[in-house]
């Protein structure tokens, strides 16, 4: 091409048969990046069509005359951002520009606007193609060629721009590969969780939980069983009733001969004996019969005018939450309340003199107990071994302050009572979590029929927290059949250990275990609630030990005062009241061997040699607790080691002692490690 040839005409001079519209179909993408592009006839394949064939001679068209005919604010926008880093004004992105110096025919024109915008490659590369193509048209037309034929020799535009497209990403860097293969990947894995994401979703929304099983009746069976004419609850709740609205000397708990609250405490059960009759006559029933349930029966709706509906817990458990979970249990502080009340009237009792009405109060906390333990739940098994150790202290207290004041024969038939307490089993009843699990898993998941199903629309409530991704986390949760198995592998876990005496457990271990998988994301997310459901269970495994030593601690006691009543001295040893009034020396729960025994300044002393396992000659806990709570030699930390330094002394029972710290105060002590 000459220059001559090369040299745009005067705007003037131009074809008006150009119509602008048709130059601005062709809309430059923004600039990303420049290519070097080799000409065609290396970067085709030798087999490729030949309607590629005219392409092949392609070369790149001089620039200077495009430049020179754009305006600056048109030559700015129009240049890569390469060549503006540089400083350079090149404006080669203008394709338009380019067709507009080349004056080609509208047919050549409209072949290399529409190959130039299905390329669908980058601006520069556009501009390259734009260019060579142009290029090509017009060498054709000065060779003499004819417009038709450069047009049919140059083949269908489609095929042509896929074929240039292909060529010019081949010979992108291998960055680029790298990248799309990248993103391909990426695509792919993204359009697979997408899937994965609506399958479980699908999956989640269409399961349907089977309620099966009735739980709450299974749990009721005990207490059902009850003839409406024996149960003690309507004897329980008159006298609630009657006593009204407690004072705080009585809801607070205990109060005992010599206390503040004493006198008052003492006045109030006295002024009530009515009421406290009513007690001893329900304890005396061989059952509470209280069915528990959702809601609050009208009977009892005096007695707790502030509880809920069974209504209301319904509509406030939508999510499938419902169930054993929701059970109401506020009968369980009444009974507490009550129980009070007979062993501060039996301190009373004894005050006066009044053996036989002692002991009577003292039997009737030990049948409450059994009452309270006729819901297999774990409050209540809480509630019952409290009630026990309230008897059979409280038995403790008087032997050392006013032993005189029972008889042989009274003292007998309590030791009797306190070792055929709850059947003679001091063991928590595990059953009625275990139906609380059943229950929920119920209701949480669909049913095959064979012991398996999925989490359903329920289940994923619970995983609420975590929002759209609740989906895919209701994937990684255990299928039924395996969250039963793994609850199974924890019940028996716990039972097993449970099953020990306290001197042969690895204290603790049940607690350590469920704080390791407390810890492990993986598991929460498996096992959903199992781990919450295990922690009331690994705190209730001790107490009736310690309830099986003060029991034991106090038959002990009751033996040494009949010894003493019947030889005018204490023994030098325990071996002293075997056999005529011992079996056999009870043991140590927390070593195994025979409870120890002193005689101080000619006064006895029965111990344990309590959490730490260690016998320190009956010296109660360092560290400020020591008149105030015996009991706390007997607790450990999350490792087994003992808490703190001590004995735990059983008999005489240490009372609080009144003037020294509060409660918390001391329990703020120990946590700092502040003596006295």
Known sequence: MTTEQAAPAPDDERPHDEPADEMDKFELEPDTDEAVVPPVPEILEPDELPAAAAAKTMVAAPLPAMVAKQGLTRR??????????????????????????????????????????????????????GRELTAHFRDG???????????????????????????????????????????QVAGVVLALLVGIYLVATIRLLTGRPVIARDYLSEANATAAEVPPDNRAWDLYREALLAFGEM??????????PGSESWDAAARYIEQHGEAMELIRAGAARPGLGYLVGYGIDDADRLLWPDMPTADEIEAGTSNGMAGLSTVLLPYLDSMSRLSWLLAM??????????????????????????????????????VAFRQASLAVTTLGEILGDRPDVFTDQQLGRLAHRFSALFGGRLRPRLDGERMMIDDLVQRLYTDDGAGGGRLTAQGLSALAGLGPLAPIAGLLVA?????????????????????KPLWDRDLNRIRREINDRMESPLYLSTYLFVPLMMVPLSRVGTRPELVIQERDAVCVAIALELYRRRHGSWPSSLDALVPELLPEIPPDRFDGRPLRYRLIDDKPVVYSVGADRDDDGAMLPRGGLARSAPRNATFVNDDGTARVDGDWILWPVVRPQWGEPSRREISRRAADGVEG
């Not at 896929?162 to 010979?171: H, M, P, Y």
């Open 76 to 129: 700015l926008l129009n240049t890569p951002v390469r060549d503006l880093a540089r400083g350079r004004f090149s404006g080669r992105l203008d394709v338009r520009q380019c067709l507009r110096d080349a004056r080609l025919p509208d047919e050549l024109r409209d072949i290399v606007l529409e190959v130039v915008h299905r390329s669908r490659l980058w601006p520069i590369e556009k501009a390259d193609v």
């Open 247 to 256: 004072p705080g000397e009585i809801t607070g708990g205990p109060t005992y």
């Open 479 to 499: 299928n039924r059949r395996e969250l039963n198995e793994e609850v199974g592998r924890w019940f028996t876990m716990i039972e097993a250990e449970y099953a």
């Open 345 to 382: 009237d039996a301190l009373r009792a004894a005050e006066l003199g009044d053996g036989p009405l002692a002991a009577a109060n003292i039997e009737a906390i030990t049948g409450m107990a059994r009452h309270t333990i006729e819901v297999p739940f774990i409050l209540n098994n809480l």
């Open 141 to 183: 037309l000065d060779g003499g060629q004819a417009t038709d034929a450069l047009a049919s020799a140059f083949g269908p535009p489609r095929r042509v721009a896929e074929l240039i497209r292909r060529a010019k990403r081949r010979s992108r860097s291998a960055a680029w590969h790298v990248w799309l293969r990248t993103a």
